[in-house]
């Protein structure tokens, strides 16, 4: 799977519908989106826990209505062509989903959004199949992997900025151990040197699913497929796609 990251962000602001339906466009299989939730209890998609770094005001989404939110343009920081762009909630996201794509979603606020989520995927809007949950917190991942035993949850995993090679082999090591005792269905790790086909064997031998993010170097990402991760995310994946077709001579 080629899994556009915020959407196709390299190319439309980050984790808006503009960026979403754009990536549908580049012929993504998936998207990934964060989200956090409002004051009044809406599944919203942005990455940070406020505005300040996106918006063209500054609102922390906690503690403020939907209504508050929409009213914040999160396009215009990119460019004046993307001007209007609004926060999406993730319901709106997954209207936009096609019936053979999938859409990932990162859980950026805790427990705080279980109520949500489970409200928005018993509106089957799109099927639970079509629907990953992902948390770099263990114990949240845990927690809805208990909320929702029909999804798959990913853990995600990003290394300490001072950490070597050997311990980021050592912690890839205990990773695998720590999602199979914790019966998690696979991860999602942060694309390092050390994220290599003895770690995919490794994960994929013990049955579990892997993704690594983020992964705008088509050498790695033919490196990766060719070791048979099930999906890579990345900023650009209409561009990278044909990347790895035009240098591997295969399609995805």
Same mark, same amino acid.
């Given at each position: ?5 915020? +959407?196709? $962000? ?25 989200? !956090? ?9 942005? !990455? ?32 004046? !062509? ?39 995927? !018993? ?5 639970? $199949? ?55 269905? +696979? ?66």
């Amino acid at each position: 799977m080629i899994i556009a990251h915020r +959407g196709a $962000s390299h190319d439309a602001p980050e984790n808006t519908l503009a960026a979403i339906n754009l990536a549908w466009l580049q012929n993504a299989d998936a998207i990934e989106v964060d989200i !956090h939730v409002t004051k009044d209890q809406h599944a919203v998609v942005i !990455h940070d826990a406020n505005t300040k770094r996106t918006g063209d005001k500054y609102l922390e989404i906690m503690d403020n209505t939907l209504n508050d939110l929409k009213k914040i343009d999160i396009g215009i920081r990119m460019d004046d !062509h993307w001007k209007g762009e609004v926060i999406p909630t993730l319901e709106e996201v997954f209207y936009t989903v096609p019936v053979n794509k999938s859409v990932f979603v990162e859980v950026k606020c805790g427990r705080r959004a279980l109520l949500p989520l489970r409200k928005l995927i !018993h509106k089957n809007i799109i099927k639970a $199949s079509q629907i990953f949950l992902m948390d770099f917190d263990l114990q949240n991942v845990l927690a809805m992997r208990n909320e929702f035993p029909d999804i798959p949850v990913l853990w995600l995993y990003e290394f300490k900025a001072d950490s070597g090679s050997a311990a980021r082999k050592i912690n890839l090591n205990e990773l695998v151990k720590t999602a199979l005792k914790n019966r998690i269905s +696979g991860l999602s790790v942060e694309n390092v040197p050390e994220f290599d086909s003895g770690f995919i064997q490794n994960a994929k031998g013990h049955g579990l699913q892997l993704y690594c993010w983020t992964v705008n170097e088509p050498d790695k990402a033919d490196y990766l497929f060719e070791h048979r991760i099930d999906g890579i995310i990345t900023d650009r994946p209409g561009w990278i796609r044909n990347q790895i077709k035009r240098q591997a001579g295969y399609s995805l």
